[in-house]
């Protein structure tokens, strides 16, 4: 298939069409919502499917001699990537150093809903990929935060200037480390990888099934989230800051490439790998800064990861990836 | 019906630091508190809601808490400490109670 008919093949997806109706309603002002609570559910739903399935999936395999080459990758561009990304928002834009360190945090951690994506598109392609790239999502989560961290306070000429309570960063590590979404993610992977094909018989139809159905409603509501964020909080951003969210995942994207050339993935493993580092998070990082960095804008950081990121990332990102990892694994 | 006049301490936090507020109040050994959702708002930092988020990172909650007047700086101090750098409010007001010895 050519990079246009997977774009093509992408954007006509149930997948897409429902974010595109959640997007088109709430800019058009719509009554239609999502419940917290329900919203809430299929993030957990979410996390809980996608981890089991990974974990089921290594039982399966067993585990490949490349994983921890794989994973010491995926930390490293978790790692690098703010720093790329502080220094381009400090060179185009005028944002604030704590601004642009919450900002980069978000570009070098992950989107769970991005990976869920491309997963979806790859079964679609007959594309097969490595079922431990759950777990390397996972622990691509935090290290980003941290280079962040690292960055601000640097910048900031010391640990503590501010007013308020000092931070310890050892709880800190603990609460972020700790997140809801992480430790789902995780648990439930590592709950796949202990019960196997035992365990996916025993939920098959809650986390098989229904899975495609699930994420659909759920990009529906992140199509509301995400025009409710165009909305609200695009003015609060300049053309260089929106040119930022569209080019960076490209230049993540680039890196994690190099990166895969030396890994031996698949080449679904390589485009997972490759949507990892080009996604950003809007979910563990937003709540990670508003503790580690309370200072920075969330209209600034949510809008552009969710706001733009995540619609050029899912309509025209994810067919390219995969045509990138075809590309240099085919 | 004889009432005693305590001070209501109400605390508004952004939803990621709630658990700080909660251990530092356990640490003051407050006697009691209340934590109570909260839908939707606007502040200095703009508006929200509690359904248009994806993780909790922009919700808000409320802890509401009833001291005796003599404790109020002891425990507002150390909780402004936390608040101050987050998005928040804190309020102290009076409030009349019918069991005094419960603050």
């Given at each position: 298939m050519s990079g246009f008919d997977l774009a093509i093949a992408n954007l006509l997806s149930p997948m897409v069409l429902f974010f595109a109706l959640g997007l088109g309603a709430s800019l058009a002002r719509s009554d239609l919502s999502v419940p917290e609570a329900v919203a809430k559910f299929l993030a957990l739903y979410l996390m809980m499917a996608i981890g089991f399935k990974g974990g089921v999936a290594v039982a399966r395999s067993g585990i490949d001699a490349r994983l921890l080459g794989v994973m010491l990758a995926g930390i490293l561009l978790s790692a690098v990537i703010p720093l790329i990304g502080f220094t381009l928002l400090r060179l185009s834009t005028r944002l604030s150093v704590v601004d642009a360190a919450a900002v980069s945090a978000h570009y070098g951690s992950i989107s769970i809903v991005t990976f869920v994506a491309a997963t979806q598109t790859l079964i679609t392609l007959d594309l097969p990929f490595e079922g431990y790239l759950v777990a390397v999502a996972a622990v691509m989560e935090t290290p980003a935060i941290l280079t962040a961290l690292v960055l601000a306070r640097r910048a900031a000429g010391g640990p503590e200037r501010r007013?308020?309570?000092?931070?310890?960063?050892?709880?800190?590590?603990?609460?972020?480390?700790?997140?809801?979404?992480?430790?789902?993610?995780?648990?439930?992977?590592?709950?796949?990888?202990?019960?196997?094909?035992?365990?996916?018989?025993?939920?098959?139809?809650?986390?098989?099934?229904?899975?495609?159905?699930?994420?659909?409603?759920?990009?529906?509501?992140?199509?509301?989230?995400?025009?409710?964020?165009?909305?609200?909080?695009?003015?609060?951003?300049?053309?260089?800051?929106?040119?930022?969210?569209?080019?960076?995942?490209?230049?993540?994207?680039?890196?994690?490439?190099?990166?895969?050339?030396?890994?031996?993935?698949?080449a679904g493993g390589t485009a997972l790998m490759i949507t990892l580092a080009a996604s950003a998070s809007y979910i563990a990082v937003p709540a990670a800064m508003r503790l580690a960095l309370p200072e920075a804008k969330p209209s600034i950081y949510l809008t552009l990861s969710l706001g733009v990121t995540f619609p050029f990332n899912l309509a025209l990102g994810i067919p390219f990836y995969v045509w990138l990892a075809t590309l240099i694994k085919g | 019906m004889q009432t005693f006049t305590k001070k209501r301490i109400a605390i508004v936090i952004e939803q990621p630091a709630l658990n700080r507020v909660l251990e530092k109040l356990d640490q003051l050994a407050v006697t009691g508190y209340t934590v109570y959702p909260v839908i939707a708002g606007r502040g200095r930092e703009g508006s929200w809601r509690a359904d248009g988020m994806v993780s909790d990172a922009g919700r808000m909650v409320s802890v509401v808490c009833v001291c005796d007047p003599a404790k109020v700086d002891t425990i507002v101090e150390p909780i402004f400490k936390i608040v101050s750098r987050q998005v928040g409010i804190i309020t102290i007001s009076d409030c009349e109670v019918i069991r005094p010895d419960h603050f």
């Amino acid at each position: 298939m050519s990079g246009f008919d997977l774009a093509i093949a992408n954007l006509l997806s149930p997948m897409v069409l429902f974010f595109a109706l959640g997007l088109g309603a709430s800019l058009a002002r719509s009554d239609l919502s999502v419940p917290e609570a329900v919203a809430k559910f299929l993030a957990l739903y979410l996390m809980m499917a996608i981890g089991f399935k990974g974990g089921v999936a290594v039982a399966r395999s067993g585990i490949d001699a490349r994983l921890l080459g794989v994973m010491l990758a995926g930390i490293l561009l978790s790692a690098v990537i703010p720093l790329i990304g502080f220094t381009l928002l400090r060179l185009s834009t005028r944002l604030s150093v704590v601004d642009a360190a919450a900002v980069s945090a978000h570009y070098g951690s992950i989107s769970i809903v991005t990976f869920v994506a491309a997963t979806q598109t790859l079964i679609t392609l007959d594309l097969p990929f490595e079922g431990y790239l759950v777990a390397v999502a996972a622990v691509m989560e935090t290290p980003a935060i941290l280079t962040a961290l690292v960055l601000a306070r640097r910048a900031a000429g010391g640990p503590e200037r501010r007013q308020g309570e000092p931070q310890d960063f050892g709880s800190l590590i603990r609460e972020i480390g700790l997140n809801g979404s992480v430790v789902m993610l995780l648990g439930s992977f590592v709950i796949g990888w202990i019960t196997g094909d035992r365990g996916m018989k025993a939920v098959e139809p809650f986390v098989g099934q229904l899975f495609f159905g699930m994420i659909c409603l759920f990009l529906l509501d992140m199509g509301l989230i995400a025009g409710r964020g165009m909305r609200e909080g695009l003015k609060a951003l300049s053309w260089p800051a929106i040119a930022f969210g569209l080019y960076m995942p490209l230049i993540s994207a680039a890196l994690a490439a190099l990166a895969c050339l030396a890994l031996g993935l698949s080449a679904g493993g390589t485009a997972l790998m490759i949507t990892l580092a080009a996604s950003a998070s809007y979910i563990a990082v937003p709540a990670a800064m508003r503790l580690a960095l309370p200072e920075a804008k969330p209209s600034i950081y949510l809008t552009l990861s969710l706001g733009v990121t995540f619609p050029f990332n899912l309509a025209l990102g994810i067919p390219f990836y995969v045509w990138l990892a075809t590309l240099i694994k085919g | 019906m004889q009432t005693f006049t305590k001070k209501r301490i109400a605390i508004v936090i952004e939803q990621p630091a709630l658990n700080r507020v909660l251990e530092k109040l356990d640490q003051l050994a407050v006697t009691g508190y209340t934590v109570y959702p909260v839908i939707a708002g606007r502040g200095r930092e703009g508006s929200w809601r509690a359904d248009g988020m994806v993780s909790d990172a922009g919700r808000m909650v409320s802890v509401v808490c009833v001291c005796d007047p003599a404790k109020v700086d002891t425990i507002v101090e150390p909780i402004f400490k936390i608040v101050s750098r987050q998005v928040g409010i804190i309020t102290i007001s009076d409030c009349e109670v019918i069991r005094p010895d419960h603050f």
